[in-house]
Structure formats: C-alpha cells, structure tokens
C-alpha cells in the first residue's frame, strides 16, 4: 500500500499550493488573534464569532485538498485498476469521515 511518504512528488495541490498557503497563512492569523482576544478578556461571543471564521478557513482549505486529492490521486488510481484503485477510494473515504464527523 502506497503511503504519503512514498507518493511521487508532485500531488494534485501542486498547482494551488500558493493559494492553499495564502489560506493557511490567513487562518493562522485568525487563530493569533484569537488567541490575543482570549489574553484581552474579549467578550466570549466575539471570539466563538473568530472560532467560526478560522474553522470555515480550515475547512475550505480541506475541501480543496479533498478536491484535489479525487481529481487528481483517485482518478489517476482509477485509471491504473486493481487494488490501488480500491485502496485510493477507501482513503478518500475516510479523509471525508474526518471532515464530516
């Protein structure tokens, strides 16, 4: 079974991967701030207000990895047949469990 650590380099994010980096890098800074809110006893609905806004950060960043991921690593698994195919659609099932549940 193919690991991340021996995937070929280059996976399906590789053409946004500045985009994915601009939004973790701007989710980083949602969760700074709400950290500084906390240390600024900031009244408790605006920071679950800012939890809000960095966990749908998080999320779209997930579910562009997920799209990458289908479009790119499960479709070229599909293509190839036999139990990789398999094993990549039970993966991406999985990784949607996590992100769901």
Do not use: F, W
Not at 14 to 40: C, F, P, S, T, Y
Request: glycine share 6%; charged share 30%; with cysteine.
């Amino acid at each position: 079974m193919e690991t991340a650590a021996d995937a070929p380099v280059g996976h399906g994010y590789v053409n946004h991967k500045d985009d994915l980096l601009k939004r973790l890098r701007r989710a980083e800074g949602q969760v700074r701030g709400i950290q500084r809110m906390v240390e600024e006893d900031t009244y408790c609905i605006d920071i679950l207000t800012q939890v809000s806004a960095a966990t749908k950060a998080l999320e779209r960043v997930a579910l562009a990895l997920l799209d990458d991921h289908l479009s790119h690593c499960v479709a070229e698994a599909a293509e190839a047949g036999g139990t990789m195919s398999q094993e990549k659609l039970k993966e991406a099932s999985n990784a949607i469990a996590r992100l769901v549940g």
